[in-house]
């Protein structure tokens, strides 16, 4: 893996002091078929009976797509769950498994949502192949609330941190209006992996895919990034939302897996006083990841990186930390218009996020930037109405969650600016807190 640190500074009133953003990315080397992380995969379906009709048939058809892609030596399993759990084809190396597409082929629908019945036995497929030298991942899907087996939120959350532990990681997917985004959320997070959002049953096949081609691109594991500013320093925001805890003298960051297909970031803004000539020291990073060695082991790698800047060189605007910065504050806005959402605020949610809009194109005037604007400003029309339904309140939640975690290849999927949609039906919307599935585009499958 390789770090690097672009800083953007100026003065304060007080010309001693000053604030400085810095943009720590790092960016992982892509694998040969050699020499890449091997993959044991299980797919975890929910089956339940909101699942019938086209949702199913868009994840059957996302499963087979995602499952070709597999190399013949790496393991796969797949696992539904409704009241009951089945296997529908137990761990084994994908090229043992010719008729693996047939069987997933015939899944139907019925019964309720043993979330953690489809998932343990997840687990339990993949420690039949586990190794330390592979990427072991749940790959976990439902559209519902668990209503079966373990419900508790934080006693699933502790099963998935338990997993992770032991080297079993948990990417979630919420389908549909009725899934609670919180909640996969939280497990993802606890189990180190993804989390997504799947509004239409014909973004199924894309999710499933982004999510193979992340782990086909693995170059390392467990990435975990140490913040200390030096003496003096005030750590002012961090605008990223990684799992985080304090350490000694500062803050520790999990990033999860590092891919080549997409760089991690992180940005941090700081205030210091730097009254002579000179770089001056703001911070040490220590970044610490598991590799996997020429010796065929897996061995952890550390890489120390300072934070400086030269108060002299300054005021320093760097245009790609200040396209970033407009983008998470955009990312915070969307958080922030969905609290406000829910505080019955809606007048206030929909200024925040045309002001957000603003800001975007006065900085980023291009297509991205369009798009983004477009997309607040959609969705600040639809809080013209008042409350938001379930499916607009998922896509906010999602649309931040991809930008604040460096997931932006997960936002291309997402945007309803871009796919031509504005979301469901705005009749009605204060009697119709469920909202609703808008049938797929003619032809998909």
């Given amino acids: ?24 990315r790092i960016d992982g080397t892509a694998p040969s078929r050699d020499d890449r992380v091997p993959l044991n995969l299980a797919l975890v379906l929910d089956r339940s009976g909101s699942m019938a009709g086209e949702p199913l048939r868009h994840v059957r058809e996302a499963s087979k797509q995602l499952l070709s892609h597999v190399y013949p030596e790496d393991t796969t399993s797949v696992v539904t769950f409704e009241t009951e759990v089945d296997v529908v084809a137990a761990a084994a190396p994908r090229g043992t498994q010719k008729d693996l597409g047939f069987r997933v082929g015939t899944i139907a629908a019925g019964g309720s949502t043993n979330l953690s019945g489809g998932w343990m036995e997840g687990r339990s497929q993949i420690r039949r192949h586990q190794n330390e030298r592979a990427s072991n991942r749940i790959l976990l899907m439902t559209d519902g609330l668990a209503n079966r087996g373990i419900t508790d939120p934080d006693r699933l959350a502790g099963l998935f941190r ?86 000694h003298r500062g803050l520790q960051f999990r990033l999860g897996d590092l891919y080549a297909s997409e760089p991690k970031q992180l940005l941090v803004t700081f205030r210091a006083y730097a009254a002579g000539n000179g770089d001056v020291g703001l911070a040490q990073l220590q970044l610490r990841a598991d ?30 930390v200040r396209r970033t910065l407009v983008f998470l504050e955009a990312a915070a806005a969307r958080r922030d218009a969905l609290e406000d959402e829910r505080q019955g605020r809606f007048d206030h949610a929909a200024r925040r996020l045309r002001a957000a809009a603003h800001e975007v194109l006065a900085l980023a005037d291009d297509d991205e930037g369009r798009e983004e604007a477009g997309d607040l400003e959609l969705m600040a029309s639809h809080l013209d109405h008042g409350a938001l339904t379930a499916s607009d309140s998922k896509y906010l939640h999602a649309r931040s969650y991809s930008v604040m975690r460096a997931k932006l290849s997960h936002k291309d999927i ?18 119709d807190r469920s909202g609703s599935v808008e049938p797929p585009d003619s032809g998909a499958s």
Avoid: C, W
């Fill in 1 to 24: 893996m390789n770090a690097s640190v672009l800083v953007d500074h100026h003065p304060t009133p007080d010309r001693d002091r000053h604030i400085v953003r810095a943009l720590l």
């Fill in 162 to 247: 338990e997993a992770r532990a032991q080297g079993v990681t948990t990417s979630t997917v919420g389908f549909g209006p009725h899934f609670d985004e919180q909640l996969l959320q939280t497990l993802a997070d606890a189990g180190g992996g993804n989390t997504h959002y799947v509004e239409h049953p014909d973004q199924a096949p894309d999710v499933f895919r982004a999510e193979l081609d992340e782990l086909l691109a693995l170059s390392a594991q467990n990435l975990t990034v140490e913040l200390r500013p030096e003496s003096g320093v005030e750590l002012v925001a961090v605008h990223h939302s990684y799992p985080r805890e304090a350490i």
């Fill in 291 to 320: 590799v996997l060695a020429d010796t065929g082991g897996i061995e952890q790698r550390t890489l120390s990186v300072p934070i400086r800047f030269d108060p002299l060189s300054g005021p320093l605007v760097n245009p790609e």
């Fill in 414 to 431: 997402l945007s309803r600016v871009k796919r031509g949609r504005s979301g469901p039906g705005r009749g009605n919307r204060k009697n």
